[in-house]
């Protein structure tokens, strides 16, 4: 696809449920990041992931959030034993991932999963 | 660690009127990478402008310039001819040389017909 995308655009659960976001980044990009965005706030980092390299999850806020990527394509976000404190919208962005002083890297956001956690 | 802040929570501005909007970030690394990004109400990011810590011209694009202090680490985002289409959110961003990107905590923009 042209952009990254998101699915799904809105999750309703019950608290105590797990639940499974999934982010298709743009093809060509080997980095990918993971924010959480509750509402009215800022963007907190969460996990990004690099190529091959091992990523780095120190933006999870506990044990329970916990996130996967296949080679350099599709994430998915996991979070288990839902609370209510996890209900925010969850947003994905990938870019080129190029490394060095003359390569910037813009972020390409997804449209977001807004999680509601009942 | 890298820090950004946006010390304006809420600002407001009146359609065709110039709004500055300030950001500092803290770092100890000399080349990185600043952004400010809009988050309208449809939550889309969308990267407004960008510039590079080795250039020392500041980055312009139609009706958004920066002006971008190295020295004072001051990364501020001013919109000439103000729009009612700039209502939004705005996020300052610093990436650094190990692709690492850490926001600001956004000032929402109101622009008043």
């Known amino acids: 696809g042209a952009g990254v995308s998101q699915s799904p655009s809105n999750k309703v659960t019950e608290k105590g449920k797990d639940v499974e976001l999934r982010c298709d980044p743009i093809s060509g990009h080997t980095a990918l990041y993971w924010y959480r965005q509750r509402l009215g706030q800022g963007l907190e980092f969460l996990i990004y992931?690099?190529?091959?390299?091992?990523?780095?999850k120190s933006g999870l806020p506990s044990d329970r959030f916990s996130a996967e990527r296949t080679g350099e394509s599709v994430s998915t976000l996991t979070i288990q034993r839902t609370q209510q404190e996890d209900s925010a919208v969850y947003l994905c962005?990938?870019?080129?991932?190029?490394?060095?002083?003359?390569?910037?890297?813009?972020?390409?956001f997804g449209p977001g999963t807004r999680l509601t956690v009942l | 660690a890298q820090t950004v802040t946006q010390s304006q929570p809420e600002m407001s501005v009146q359609e065709a009127e110039t709004v500055t909007l300030s950001c500092t970030y803290d770092?100890?690394?000399?080349?990185?990478?600043l952004f400010w990004y809009k988050q309208p109400p449809s939550r889309q990011m969308i990267l407004v402008i960008r510039q590079e810590a080795y250039k020392q011209q500041n980055a312009t694009e139609n009706r958004f310039s920066v002006n971008f202090q190295k020295a004072a680490k001051s990364f501020s985002l001013k919109i000439s001819d103000s729009q009612l289409g700039d209502t939004a959110m705005y996020f300052c961003?610093?990436?650094?040389?190990?692709?690492?990107?850490?926001f600001g905590t956004g000032t929402s923009l109101t622009v008043i017909p």
């Open positions: 770092t100890s690394e000399s080349n990185y990478y």
């Open positions: 962005a990938s870019s080129l991932g190029l490394a060095g002083v003359s390569s910037y890297n813009e972020q390409f």
């Open positions: 992931f690099q190529g091959n390299s091992a990523p780095d």
């Open positions: 961003a610093f990436e650094n040389t190990g692709n690492q990107f850490y």
